[in-house]
């Protein structure tokens, strides 16, 4: 159990104009971090609604990001079930608990997010690590 999960925020720093973040967001890529296809689907949304891209560049970035990533994890019943443990025993939204779920479920002991508590011990076994502090 060693792998480090990436939360949509890194996604979309490694597109940022904001050159700090930019960069620890794409070295952490480079480490090729688990993601989940909900992270991928948020930072579509992003890049669509927020930062204006068309669909051929939203497609290139994922799929780029795809290539980065050791492992896509995806959603399922199991995942939703774990993600409604997680949001009463941590009291995090739906999605966050989602995300998290998606971690654990890959065995993640990293959970790399700007929008968590730093240094939340998840479940004994998993620390969020804002990676921009």
């Known amino acids: 159990m060693s792998g480090k999960f990436i939360d949509t925020n890194i996604v979309i720093y490694s ?4 050159e ?3 960069y620890k967001a794409l070295a952490l890529l480079a480490d090729y971090p688990v993601v989940s296809v909900q992270v991928l689907s948020e930072a579509a ?3 669509r609604r927020k930062l204006d891209f068309d669909i051929r560049s939203i497609r ?15 959603i399922s019943l199991n995942s939703l079930n774990g993600a409604l443990v997680i ?5 995090f939204s739906h999605y966050d608990s989602l995300i998290v779920a998606a971690a654990l479920q890959a065995d993640c002991t990293i959970l790399y997010s700007e ?5 939340q011990l998840i479940e004994g076994r998993m620390t969020i690590v804002n990676p921009f502090l």
Do not use: F, P, W
Request: proline share 0%.
């Open 15 to 18: 597109l940022s104009d904001n």
């Open 60 to 74: 290139t970035v994922i799929n780029r990001i795809s290539q980065e990533c050791s492992s896509i994890e995806s």
């Open 87 to 91: 949001a009463e025993r941590y009291n």
């Open 45 to 47: 949304n992003v890049m």
């Open 20 to 22: 700090q973040k930019q």
């Open 115 to 119: 929008d968590m508590q730093h240094g």
